[in-house]
Structures are given as C-alpha cells and as structure tokens.
C-alpha cells in the first residue's frame, strides 16, 4: 500500500501543466531549502524559444492536448483560477500552479492527496518543478529539478524510509512526462496542422490563438464547430 500510495503521490506532482498565479498558500521556500527528496535531471527538445515558453505558459491547453494524445496516466484535467486541477480514477486529486516566470525559467509548484479507500487521508505532499533552459542551435535544453516535501510529519517519514523506491518512481515518471512533452511540442513545431486535424472547437480556438497558424488567413479546420 505504501508503495502505491507513493506511485500516486509522484504522479500527481509531477503532472507537467501549469498556469499563471498572482499568491500563493504553500511554503514554497521551506520546499526547497527543507525538501524530503529532490531529484533533477536534464533534457533536449527540438523546438524554438517561443514555442516551448507558450506551451509552459499555457498548462490548460498542453493538459488537454495530453488527453488527446492518449497518454498515461489517464489524467482529467480542468481549468482553476490559479491554475489547473488534476484527477484521474485511481483517486489521484492535484492542484498545479506556476508560481515564477522568469528569462529562461519557469517554477511551478503543485500539491497533491488522494481520494482512494487504500490510501490515508493524512497522507499528503507538496512539490516545487523548475524548468531552467536556453535556446542553441539544436534547439532547446535545460534541466528539471524537482523539491518535494511531506505535508506532515508522518508523510515525510514513509518518503524518507522509502526512499530507494521513490527516487526511481520519480525518474519513471519525468523521464516518460518529457517524452510525451516532447512528442507533442515536436508536432506543434514541425506539423502544427496535425494537431489541428484533432481538435473541435473551443480547443481549436485556445490551440490557435496559442500556436496561431503562419499568414493572415484563417487555419485549415479554423470554421469546424
């Protein structure tokens, strides 16, 4: 059960989509100076500037775009007015917020609990992603480094006491969020009008004003209700 509920947790937290607050209630400086566990880890994209810092900037949209794409974890993801709130139905329930925004860096910070009759209530953790890059010739590369920290005393112990376990849960799962980060933002920049071949309405509109589509006239499926 342990195990599980740490699976859930990571899941949760590491759910790469966030949007733009004015406040925020977490301690996001005792994360990172008191963290439970950290991890970091590097990457490379081939995309422009623009492109990757619209699709950090714009959690809501790249969270829908996953549920098309048919990626797992099956996540349901709706917009908040800080940010997004993430759930799927194994009980996974997060709350993901960008909380920096600054020259070649994005921060975010989520928290994250479980509605699963297997998993504690009191069982709770927070976490803060940051997102440094800069552009090259062969397109974007940066490192991910992730704080993550129990909400209570008793959460931060089973963390540290499974820790072995955690740290690979936690490369699992950046490792498989960056590949399909990368699988979608790789369509947005070489192919953008195959992600409009999937999309209807208002989806089409928000990927549109986001990615709009290159010349004056109106994208391809621009009319399609």
Known sequence: ??????????????????????????????????????????????????????????????????VIYGFRPPYRV???????????????????RQIDRSDRSRTFCAT??????????????SGVVIFAYEAGSKGITGVVELFMRGDNGISRFV??????????????????????????ILDITHNPQSVRDRLTGRMLRDFDRVFPAKGNGPAKNQERP
């Open 159 to 184: 963390m540290a006491l499974f820790s072995g376990i955690l740290a690979r849960r936690i490369d699992n799962r950046i490792g498989s969020t960056l590949e399909n980060m990368e699988e979608i």
């Open 78 to 96: 709706t917009r908040t007015n800080a940010g997004i709130h993430v759930s799927d139905p194994q009980g996974i329930i997060g709350d993901v």
């Open 112 to 125: 994250g609990s479980f509605n699963h009759w297997a998993i504690p209530s009191f069982f709770t953790a």
């Open 1 to 66: 059960m342990l195990k599980r509920s740490l699976l859930i947790m990571i899941i949760c937290l590491l759910f790469p989509a966030v949007s733009p607050v004015q406040a925020l209630e977490l301690p996001v400086g005792e994360i990172i100076e008191t963290p439970t566990t950290t991890y970091q880890k590097t990457f490379s994209i081939d995309t422009t500037l623009p492109i990757w810092e619209k699709a950090m900037d714009n959690p809501s949209l790249m969270g829908q775009l996953w």
